[in-house]
């Protein structure tokens, strides 16, 4: 594939007709300036009745006793629902989407704090809340196992007993890729072996937008309708339905529909099913009334799922010539008391093994543990492909430890060891194909946007007087658009989606797509697609998703998966249409199907160019002259099942000034040149970067989840956990280069979390390259200014 | 249940309701009134989401009772526009990208309103301090910064138009 810039690549669809490349305002828009959006907590249904949640103070204890009594006397509480109440339906545990189970409301132990204890269902918000302070549960505290480690001890307490006979361990599951026998020997073999411990803290997406959901049981007609923050509504209905077979409840899957509405960012945050969503159906089903359930932030930042904290202990061959040999990973995985990650279901690392990143190597081998302890269930996404933040983050730490112990620029020893251009499509030691990449021409571009050379001078001078500055590369490879069948399904579905589009007598067209906006701008960027593919305007395509009645099925959008498979089905879709308005055209044109040219949203007949019907003619043909023979009307349905995941990459590139007296880390510029393949709409590319970026940052420089011995969440408000505002967010630069997917219809990639992911090792290689020459050779993010400062006083500096 | 009687004007109408004491201003303004485009993000008033304009400063809704707000006038996001007209504001904020999810959006808005009737032309620096009790998880920023900056530029340049058809009447 031919890398072009993205200067170079201009629509072939005029701006009226709003096809792929065009930066189209976003339609959703017009109600979200206007406060005219449709989220969660605005919907109100007649009749409504409130749940609120009864949690655990306690990371593990036994519970002794539930007395509701009081609660059941707080004016408009209707009910409280405890773990034995569901017991008697069977319903007090439920399968998670990695296989695990969860629990909706423990009966006797809870395993870590804020865990749902017990349910209050009343007549308003606030009599929900007063009926849960007046709930007494008194608990027999148990040993707490907080740190993931001592939980593989032996004697340390089984806090699964649940679980089968021979798995009476905390060791969920162990995983492996590549080949260790190979990898030790190459590692024995190279000149020089960079070894480190990294760790990746606990950390939560925090969209602003917290969880919920209104459950709509109608009795008389046997219906479930669930309103909900779901970032996966097909995935949802049919665990639902599952569940419901499961314990004999008549709730079978055509009766259930699970409509989204806007949601306010998702993240990751928003695939899983949580205990909350299974109460308000149940409290639902009990009292026949709609029941609303929605969490507030510390409920959200407490108790639902988190991600990363992975414990990777890393090492990089390399040779003397400065070529890398081979990496080896031994990895820990803290995923709480139950497996909840929204992983496909036979990697249980998820796509960790794209740790081999942008360099060629033969050799790579990783291991990775998943293990129980006293913390809520981890292993979600923060906006990143199952776990590739983790291994990008570990690769690109190990080279440039690398480059820096060699006494070589990072950016020389990256453009040394890239997977050459022409090596595409190039098989990895893990096993994966990268489909396109040209690394080399990302990076140089990152280096001229920024003056690298300039800058590496102006550290120098800045070193010889004893100023603290740092510039630090990221060279990454994501992996995306999840997945083809043969491998990847969640709960067995496989990770295809549904696009189904009807063009109507009068030439306007409807698209139904299986994936999900929570603010990716779908309404927008899918009608540019079928603009691109049929010249209708975009601006006649209406889109419509998340109402499990009426969008094909779909497993949703995480994991950057919408373009590569949601987007690619509407690109084939639209084909299907086209297809067949070719037929109805020579039909009308007395040609052969042959004979007709498709250009500029019209069929012509060859070389007589006036003789065309353009795509507007056609559909009201379809509808009223079409041939005998065919069938009315102009749709077509697909489900696109893609041959490969997409490979975006891209390079980024930080520049750090660290104040020696406070510790604080200022980031004075940030370059990010990504290659997402062919784009859409750029300025929502843009936007894309920009937001990954930013989330980038935040577990960068900010974010953690801590807990202390005892399992409390010591970050469970924003008061703690600090998202990065305004002022701390520097103005990013961004840049492209355009290396399409050879496999994807339309050559597309996927764009939503490669900032996220290339962000963070840029920021802690600026900082570690600030603070090399003092004999700092890694530090854990986040790079908060306590540890920094720590680290100065303890060199003398600060 | 003991209640109190309150009256405030939202976006020019006056509403009478009575209350609980320890209601939070947003939720008479979202449950009772059904003004949903102001929305809530966090307990801890970090998030900025709920900002509204009480006797036209800035405030967080979910961090003020509504018997605090007895007598005075609210504006929402839901008063921003003028019919089908949008604020300069508004219209910026879908210019230049500035919102993804939409969730912070009414909030961003209504803080930045309050920002710039404070300073017509804040700085880059003075728009991002302006802005920082308002989190946005979904643009990074930029785009917010850059959809304020043109709003300040539009309303200056309609305030100083107007001035001037103001001067040359007078002349």
Redesign the interface.
């Known amino acids: 594939m031919t890398t072009t810039t993205y200067e170079a690549q201009a629509p072939t669809t005029t701006p009226e007709v709003g096809g792929m490349g065009h930066s189209r305002k976003r339609v959703e828009d017009a109600r979200f300036i206007r406060g005219a959006g449709h989220y969660i907590d605005d919907i109100n249904l007649p009749g409504q009745l409130w749940l609120d949640i009864v949690r655990s103070p306690y990371a593990h204890a036994r519970i002794k006793s539930i007395d509701a009594s009081e609660a059941l006397k707080v004016p408009g509480v209707a009910a409280v629902i405890t773990g034995k109440d569901l017991e008697g339906y069977g319903l007090h545990w439920m399968p998670t989407l990695a296989g695990d189970k969860q629990m909706v409301l423990p009966v006797d132990t809870v395993l870590y704090q804020s865990q749902e204890v017990a349910a209050v269902i009343a007549t308003s918000r606030y009599a929900a809340a007063d009926g849960v302070a007046a709930v007494l549960v008194d608990y027999e505290p148990l040993p707490v196992v907080v740190d993931p480690y001592k939980a593989l001890e032996p004697g340390a307490p089984v806090l699964r007993p649940d679980r089968g006979e021979d798995l009476q361990t905390n060791r969920i599951w162990h995983w492996e890729s590549g080949d260790r026998a190979r990898t030790d020997a190459a590692l024995a073999g190279s000149a020089m072996v960079v070894k480190e411990h990294i760790y990746l803290p606990r950390i939560h997406v925090a969209s602003i937008e917290t969880c919920g959901c209104v459950a709509d049981w109608d009795a008389v007609n046997g219906h479930l309708t669930l309103h909900m923050t779901s970032q996966a509504p097909h995935v949802i209905r049919t665990v639902v339905a599952i569940i419901a077979a499961g314990v004999g409840l008549p709730i079978p899957e055509h009766q259930i529909r699970v409509k989204t509405h806007d949601i306010g960012g998702g993240f990751g945050g928003k695939v899983p099913a949580y205990p909350g969503y299974v109460l308000a159906v149940a409290a639902s089903f009990l009292t026949g009334k709609p029941v609303k359930w929605i969490e507030d932030r510390s409920e959200n930042l407490q108790a639902d799922s988190f991600a990363r904290d992975y414990h990777i202990d890393a090492e990089l061959g390399v040779s003397a010539d400065g070529r890398i040999t081979a990496v080896k990973a031994t990895t820990i995985a803290d995923h709480g008391a139950f497996d909840a990650q929204a992983a496909p279901l036979k990697f249980h690392a998820g796509l960790f093994n794209v740790i081999t990143g942008s360099y060629d190597y033969p050799d790579a081998f990783v291991e990775v543990d998943g293990v129980y302890t006293n913390k809520p269930p981890g292993g979600v996404a923060y906006r990143c492909s199952f776990r590739v933040t983790e291994a990008v983050h570990a690769i690109e730490r190990l080279v440039d430890i690398a480059a820096h112990e060699r006494g070589e620029d990072p950016a020389e020893f990256r453009l040394r060891n890239f997977i050459p251009a022409d090596k595409f499509p190039y098989t990895t030691p893990t096993g994966w194909e990268y489909d396109s990449g040209n690394y080399a021409a990302a990076l140089r571009k990152a280096m001229d946007m920024i003056g690298y050379e300039d800058l590496r001078k102006e550290q120098a001078e800045k070193r010889a007087r004893g100023e603290l500055m740092g510039i630090g590369i990221c060279s990454f490879t994501e992996i995306v658009g999840a997945g083809p069948s043969h491998d990847f399904d969640i709960v067995g579905l496989k990770m295809n989606d549904g696009a189904e589009l009807r063009v109507h007598p009068t030439g306007k067209a409807l698209l139904r797509i299986g994936s999900q906006t929570q603010g990716q701008g779908h309404e927008t960027t899918y009608a540019q697609i079928v603009a691109e593919e049929l010249g209708i305007p975009a601006a006649d395509v209406k889109v419509e998703y998340g109402d499990t009645d009426t969008a094909p099925y779909g497993l949703g959008t995480y994991g950057s998966r919408s373009t590569p498979v949601s987007g690619a089905a509407t690109a084939v879709a639209s084909r299907k249409v086209r297809e067949k308005a070719r037929a109805i055209a020579a039909h009308l044109l007395e040609a052969n199907v042959d004979d007709l040219e498709w250009t500029n949203g019209k069929f012509s007949v060859k070389g007589s160019p006036d003789r065309a019907k353009t795509i507007q003619d056609i559909a009201f043909a379809a509808y009223t002259n079409y041939p005998a023979g065919m069938e009315m009307g102009l749709e077509a349905v697909d489900y696109y099942d893609p041959p490969n995941f997409t490979y975006p990459f891209g390079s980024y590139i930080c520049v750090v000034d660290i104040d020696k007296a406070t510790g604080v880390v200022k980031i004075r510029r940030f370059v990010a040149v990504d290659d997402c393949g062919n784009i859409i709409n750029p300025m929502i590319v843009d936007g894309q970067i920009h937001g990954g970026l930013a989330m980038g940052l935040a577990p960068a420089m900010l974010e953690e989840i801590p807990y202390d011995a005892n399992g409390n969440n010591l970050a469970g408000t924003f008061m703690d956990y600090l998202l990065p505002t305004a002022v701390e967010t520097p103005a990013w630069e961004t840049g492209k280069t355009i290396t399409p997917s050879p496999h994807h219809p339309l050559g597309a990639k996927g764009v939503g979390e490669s900032a996220t992911v290339g962000a963070p090792p840029a920021i802690a290689n600026a900082v570690v390259d600030a603070l090399w020459h003092l004999g700092v050779r890694h530090i854990d993010i986040p790079l908060t200014p306590q540890k920094i400062w720590a680290i100065l006083h303890e060199k003398g500096i600060a | 249940?003991m209640t109190k009687h309150i009256s405030i004007t939202v976006n020019g109408t006056v509403h009478e309701a009575d209350v609980?004491p320890?209601?939070l201003l947003v939720?008479l303004l979202?449950?009772d009134f059904g003004?949903?485009?102001?929305?809530?993000?966090?307990?801890?008033s970090?998030?900025g989401?709920c900002t509204v304009h009480v006797n036209g400063r800035s405030a967080k809704s979910c961090t003020m009772l509504a018997v605090q707000a007895d007598g005075a006038e609210v504006r929402?996001?839901?008063g921003?526009?003028d019919g089908a007209t949008?604020h300069p504001l508004?219209?910026a904020?879908?210019?230049q990208?500035g919102?993804?999810?939409?969730?912070?959006?009414?909030g961003m808005?209504m803080q930045a309103a309050w920002l710039l009737a404070t300073n017509a032309d804040p700085s880059?620096a003075e728009?991002?301090?302006g802005?920082?009790?308002?989190?946005?998880?979904?643009?990074?920023?930029?785009?917010?910064?850059k959809a304020i900056q043109q709003a300040a530029a539009e309303m200056s340049a309609a305030a100083e138009t107007q001035t001037g058809a103001t001067a040359s009447v007078a002349g």
């Open positions: 249940m609980e320890r209601l939720h979202r449950d003004l949903t485009g102001t929305h809530i993000g966090c307990d801890t970090n998030c989401a929402t996001i839901e921003m526009a949008l508004q219209q904020f879908w210019d990208h919102l993804q999810c939409g969730f912070c959006t009414p808005i880059d728009i991002r301090e802005i920082s009790g308002n989190l946005c998880r979904c643009t990074g920023y930029l785009n917010i910064v």
